[in-house]
């Protein structure tokens, strides 16, 4: 049968919502085309409805960390095509493991289906989105294929990560240069700014790329968003340029009495009134932070330990209310749901946490941190069972055996430990103290459990 009609069947077959008999035929498709237009994300976005309208059976679950590890080891043995399979097997029940969608994204590159790779990064990158490494990887391909305005999107997102990295803010600069002459059909030149004949332009990517921005650029930008809002009073980009740069400079009351100003003049901007509950926020947080510090300065001080707590504790119900207006905006909104279930976790409201997270796992880029709180609530609840199944479905999303996995580890072994299981949770203290002695107290948890 042709590559197109088995295309056609597996769609047919989703509308039918034979999500098995349609994973079969998109595998038989890539086998036979692997850069073959969408199919490799029609497979997975299949894969992904199969599980949110059937669910994932136990035995999965249970067994999804070592298949991880199975995957991992054989897939390292294996060269690029092969590698692509045996990743989209592990897939076809974890299509959103974050890890297993980057190894096959690196394996589709390898093997030569560059804008299969791409998408496939992109595509782990939903799931997590500020994951270093495969913000780096999609840049790098999208550069050697020549899309260079492409690629500046995802280097842009890294180096916002990583302000610091003078080597990382010099490529984007240099990178939006050859951008901007290729754009502009400028010929080549020795020096960064012989390429720019736009003397602004020039200036415009140098300030960029400067790591130690002085006070007067600081200055300078703030008085120019000043001076265009005047033009543009009801402008909401402009009023969320200005605030922000208010916010980072430090000037927390200004920013604060300028978004009450324009929250009053736009009441029902959703946008204005979310930055205004951002800042309150972030006053409610600095004012938590002297209390505690003023705590700590003075130990014998009851009185300045009960202000310390008492604001914590209202910044905890600062952010419940917020965060439930904000969902009573936007109710679909599945990150507004696991602010809220964080937020309800960190007051200790374990039941409206797990309502909260349980549909906020419902979306792929938020399932790892949804798992995670759902087990620390259940485990709260000495609901140990639960806690267990949740870890569970963590390490498996998660993958990687990274400061992010070894928490996680962790958290599965407390939960054995609490439920008096000792020896499992020996064994999983035991894994992470084999890869990092130092995590946290692992050492005398192995040691405490061996004696």
């Not at 009134?273 to 972030?282: I, S, T, V, W, Y």
Request: proline share 3%.
């Amino acid at each position: 049968m042709a590559v197109e009609d088995l295309y056609t069947k597996a769609c047919d077959a989703v509308e039918r919502a034979n999500y098995d008999y349609a994973v079969e035929l998109f595998r038989e498709v890539l086998r036979h085309t692997p850069d073959y237009p969408n199919a490799r994300m029609a497979l997975r976005g299949t894969e992904r409805r199969r599980i949110q309208e059937k669910g994932r059976s136990v035995g999965a679950l249970l067994t999804g960390p070592l298949r991880a590890a199975v995957t991992a080891l054989k897939g390292a043995a294996a060269k690029a095509p092969k590698r692509i399979e045996i990743f989209e097997d592990y897939l076809e029940t974890n299509p959103n493991s974050f890890w297993a969608l980057s190894r096959v994204a690196a394996a589709a590159v390898k093997a030569g289906h560059k804008e299969e790779g791409v998408n496939l990064y992109r595509d782990a990158l939903k799931v997590k989105p500020t994951d270093k490494a495969a913000l780096r990887a999609v840049g790098d391909v999208l550069i050697d294929m020549g899309q260079h305005q492409e690629a500046l999107k995802y280097l842009n997102r890294l180096a916002g990560l990583d302000p610091k990295d003078r080597d990382l803010q010099r490529e984007v600069r240099d990178l939006s240069a050859t951008q901007h002459m290729v754009s502009h059909d400028m010929e080549s030149a020795e020096s960064f700014r012989d390429m720019i004949r736009d003397k602004t332009m020039a200036e415009q990517l140098e300030a960029k790329g400067r790591m130690a921005v002085t006070m007067d650029d600081l200055r300078r930008s703030i008085e120019e968003a000043e001076r265009e809002l005047a033009e543009h009073p009801t402008n909401v980009p402009r009023i969320l340029g200005l605030a922000q740069k208010y916010l980072d400079t430090g000037q927390l009351p200004k920013a604060q009495a300028f978004l009450r100003e324009k929250h009053k003049a736009l009441p029902d901007n959703y946008e204005v009134r979310e930055k205004l509950g951002d800042a309150q926020l972030l006053a409610h947080e600095a004012t938590v932070r002297a209390a505690q510090e003023a705590a700590r300065a003075n130990p014998a001080d009851e009185a300045a330990g009960q202000k310390a707590r008492d604001l914590q504790q209202r910044l905890r119900a600062f952010r419940i209310k917020e965060y439930n207006w904000r969902l009573s905006q936007h109710p679909t909104d599945r990150h507004i749901q696991l602010m809220l279930g964080r937020a309800y976790f960190d007051d200790g409201k374990y039941n409206e946490a797990i309502a909260a997270c349980q549909i906020a796992a419902q979306d792929a880029r938020f399932e790892l941190e949804s798992f995670k709180i759902l087990g620390q609530a259940f485990l709260h609840k000495k609901q140990f069972d639960l806690a267990l199944e949740q870890f569970g479905r963590a390490i498996a999303s998660h993958g990687e055996m990274d400061d992010e996995g070894k928490d996680l580890y962790y958290c599965q072994a407390e939960a054995l430990e609490a439920m008096g299981n000792r020896e499992e949770a020996l064994k999983v203290y035991k894994r992470i103290y084999s890869q990092d002695i130092n995590f946290r107290d692992v050492a005398a948890k192995v040691d405490a459990l061996s004696a």
